[in-house]
């Protein structure tokens, strides 16, 4: 497998909150979750969460090859709340989470997982892309908006409505991150497609999807050929000129580009 992989922070003098990064049969997408405050609870901040998260996925990506990719994020997020459990509120709404994206070639088959708003795309020879995503955050965020719009930011009414979309966290018929329950794990949305069925894929942060599902620039099969022809850098350069002209806050973007999946 070949992975051509761009990460570009969002350039606000802020550390970069994603992490990408792969082995010889599987890539995998970190998209930290960043909240104002959390380091007021934790000293190691979400950039730190989301490496640390990568890291030990690709580990168990690269030497456990019988356990399923929930199991193998469960595992991973147990070992990343371990190592700041002692020194960081880890169980505060506000501790650092992160949305994740995986792939892994095994046995003939292309297994993947998305938890939260990471966006996986897998190039079909035959046929549309088949888009996996996880639209539950944005789906219940959507309910919130209207308020949160309506008050001044940084307020304390800002604040409590902020608290109440939060607590929809991790919680039966609210939305799914990685962060310190490693039961979060079992809401992925997870599936498998055979190899020969396949050209490649392409993982994104939410802070690149948006050339599709915010700005509207192409589709998936134009973000494809646009991948195809010029890499992951050209898409991120698109939702760059695209934030600067609607005047949009830019994001982390992060794009693991993956092909000749046949020579895992």
């Not at 901040?45 to 193998?72: C, E, F, K, N, T």
């Not at 892994?104 to 088959?109: K, M």
């Not at 890499?231 to 934030?243: I, Y």
Request: one cysteine or more; a negative charge.
């Amino acid at each position: 497998m070949r992975v051509t992989m761009t990460s570009v922070a969002a350039g606000t003098g802020r550390p970069n909150e994603d992490f990408t990064g792969a082995v010889p049969t599987a890539a995998v997408l970190i998209d930290g979750a960043g909240i104002p405050g959390a380091e007021s609870i934790c000293r190691h901040g979400v950039a730190w969460y989301a490496s640390r998260l990568g890291g030990s996925l690709l580990g168990l990506l690269s030497l456990v090859r019988d356990a399923g990719l929930p199991a193998l994020l469960a595992e991973a997020i147990e070992r990343v709340t371990d190592e700041h459990r002692g020194t960081c509120d880890v169980g505060n709404p506000i501790s650092p989470s992160a949305t994740v994206a995986m792939l892994r070639l095994s046995d003939g088959l292309v297994e993947y997982l998305v938890l939260g708003d990471s966006v996986l795309v897998l190039d079909r020879a035959s046929g549309a892309p088949l888009v996996v995503s996880d639209p539950r955050e944005v789906i219940i965020s959507q309910s919130y908006r209207t308020a949160l719009e309506a008050v001044a930011e940084g307020s304390d009414e800002y604040r409590r409505i902020l608290r109440e979309l939060r607590a929809n966290r991790n919680q039966p018929g609210g939305f799914w991150l990685a962060k310190d329950d490693p039961r979060a794990a079992d809401e992925a949305i997870t599936g498998s497609c055979p190899i020969s069925e396949l050209n490649g894929a392409v993982l994104l942060s939410n802070g690149a999807s948006r050339i599709v599902d915010r700005f509207r620039l192409t589709d998936w099969p134009g973000v494809l050929a646009v991948l195809a022809s010029d890499g992951p850098a050209e898409v991120v350069q698109r939702v760059r000129q695209a934030e600067a002209r609607h005047a949009v806050a830019a994001d982390d973007a992060t794009i693991a580009h993956c092909t000749d999946l046949g020579g895992a």
